[in-house]
């Protein structure tokens, strides 16, 4: 059965240091690793796919690195601001898994301090 | 486009009541789901689509109805409300049912059952 983590469960950086976010999977066996942000309350805002075949994806701040032989995804984002605190949670679309679903992780718990 | 829509944002039940929760996309997509995001538990599917007319059970479908009459809604019933049903519920979309589409996700129903 698929694992995935998300080490440390919550994490307090001062503005502008730059974030690292970890996810790491059990099965390697994947169509898509999907990262989301969700603010309190609200839905999941998707920020990165990586397709099976891709090593890293980036959009603006946003740079999310794939190693399946390590079974590791890595969600960079650059010169952190307080606008970036939410929980940022990965999930894996796994090819084994029907219906599409997708397997989430518990999710990292970002605060920005100004 | 206004995306994966849900209503209502909140609701209220007491054991044994019945009601519907909304969901509707303009995007067209083929696949649409229902997961529950639970405190511990994170994001677990529901029920999902493939397309008008076809449903299938996800990893928690015991009391939930689904039905899929039109490309645009994926309705999702709660048939006689319990303590247990209390979470957050998100509707989701996909382009295609082909595994390794991005997903959207709606912004959420917060439901409490008393």
């Known amino acids: 059965k698929q694992e995935v983590t998300q080490i440390p469960a919550a994490l307090s950086v001062p503005e502008g240091e730059n974030l690292v976010l970890n996810c790491s999977f059990t099965d390697s066996a994947i169509y898509n690793l999907q990262w989301f942000r969700q603010d309190p309350g609200k839905g999941l805002t998707s920020l990165l796919l990586?397709?099976?075949?891709?090593r890293e994806q980036t959009s603006g701040r946003l740079n999310a690195s794939l190693d399946k032989s390590s079974g590791r995804s890595t969600l960079y984002i650059a010169a952190s601001q307080p606008g970036d605190s939410a929980t940022y949670l990965c999930?894996?679309?796994?090819?084994?898994?029907?219906?599409?679903?997708?397997?989430f992780g518990g999710g990292t718990r970002v605060l920005v301090k100004p | 486009n206004a995306g994966v829509t849900q209503t209502p944002k909140f609701q209220v039940l007491k054991t044994g009541q019945s009601m519907t929760l909304q969901c509707a996309q303009d995007?067209?997509?083929?696949?649409m789901s229902w997961y529950r995001q639970d405190p511990g538990m994170g994001l677990r599917l529901i029920h999902y689509?493939?397309?008008?007319?076809?449903?299938d059970q996800g990893e928690v479908p015991n009391g939930y109805n689904v039905s899929r009459s039109t490309t645009e809604d994926f309705p999702l019933r709660l048939l006689s409300a319990a303590p247990s049903q209390t979470s957050v519920y998100f509707c989701?979309?996909?382009?295609?049912?082909?595994?390794?589409?991005?997903?959207?996700f709606g912004p959420g129903t917060r439901l409490t059952v008393t």
């Open positions: 995007m067209n997509h083929e696949y």
């Open positions: 990586i397709q099976s075949s891709q």
């Open positions: 999930a894996l679309d796994m090819i084994k898994a029907a219906g599409n679903k997708l397997t």
């Open positions: 689509s493939v397309g008008a007319g076809i449903t």
């Open positions: 989701a979309s996909s382009y295609s049912n082909s595994p390794g589409y991005e997903q959207y």
